[in-house]
């Protein structure tokens, strides 16, 4: 079985940036997943992130064994909760909300999890989750009824960010929400990342070529792309 972490790793090392493309499975019919992996493919994406804030989990199983049969792309569940979770993926951001203060999203989810990631042979990422402002609500922040973190504290964000490593957090996610209006700043991303040795993935509100270039330039080592392939199938054509 491949190593996930150890290939986000070896990447960094070699400061090759990775992509990730986010399908929302509230949003997917098997039909149109079908469509969207041939894109997928001929796209420069590196992993396939498969998630949401909201999804009851019905058909995710379904989704995620065609997703494996048709791509041969690393497929991360990006949980929103515990339904979310299915041993037909490779593995799993088991994500932590350190913006957040609600003990739910810091530790009562991911106690839930564990008799569900026991029957599985899912890899696990423990990822520190950053939420930060992005000029309106998100639907992180109504779901987690939690606060994003400000847009002009890059500190206390880097700090955060350094906590999670000491924590034993194997990545850091800024995340300005789906289809947000503003991505998280550059200045931001930078500092945190000159403050963490461990990979830092970016994404939220980044709707062009030159914003994902913009993000790994400041830093970021994976960006994840949502809304914008989700409205046009032909992004990276
Ligand atoms: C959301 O960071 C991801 O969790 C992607 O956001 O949908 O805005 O690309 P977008």
């Known amino acids: 079985m491949k ?8 990447s960094k090392k070699r400061n090759q940036k990775l992509l ?12 149109i997943l079908i469509g969207l992996v041939t ?3 001929s796209s420069p994406a590196t992993h396939v992130l498969v998630g949401g804030s909201s999804f009851d989990g019905n058909h995710l199983g379904q989704l995620l064994s065609l997703l494996k049969q048709k ?8 949980p929103g909760n ?8 490779d593995g799993v951001l088991f994500l932590q909300l350190l913006s957040g203060r609600n003990p ?9 999890a564990v008799p569900l990631l026991e029957k599985t042979n899912l890899e696990i990422l423990s990822t520190g989750y950053i939420l930060i402002e992005s000029g ?18 890059s500190d206390y964000v880097a700090q955060t960010a350094k906590a999670g490593a000491f924590i034993g957090n194997q990545l850091i996610y800024l995340e300005a929400g789906s289809g947000a209006q503003n991505a998280v700043p550059l200045e931001m991303i930078s500092t945190v990342a000159q403050r963490i040795s461990i990979p830092l993935i970016v994404g939220g509100g980044i709707r062009s070529k030159n914003g ?20 046009d199938p032909n992004f990276f054509d």
């Not at 515990?82 to 993926?89: D, L, Y």
């Not at 739910?104 to 839930?112: F, P, S």
């Not at 913009?214 to 409205?231: L, P, R, Y």
């Open 136 to 153: 309106s609500e998100t639907a992180v922040e109504r779901v987690s009824q939690t606060k994003p973190l400000a847009r002009n504290n």
């Open 39 to 41: 894109k997928i493919n």
């Open 3 to 10: 190593n996930i972490y150890q290939e986000i790793l070896n």
């Open 71 to 78: 791509t041969s792309l690393p497929v991360l569940l990006f």
């Open 104 to 112: 739910d999203y810091l530790i009562e989810h991911q106690i839930d």
């Open 82 to 89: 515990p339904t979310q979770i299915s041993g037909e993926a």
């Open 20 to 31: 990730a493309i986010l399908l929302d499975p509230d949003k997917l019919t098997v039909d």
């Open 212 to 231: 994902i270039e913009e993000a790994f330039t400041a830093g970021a080592d994976m960006v994840v792309i949502g809304t914008a392939f989700e409205n």
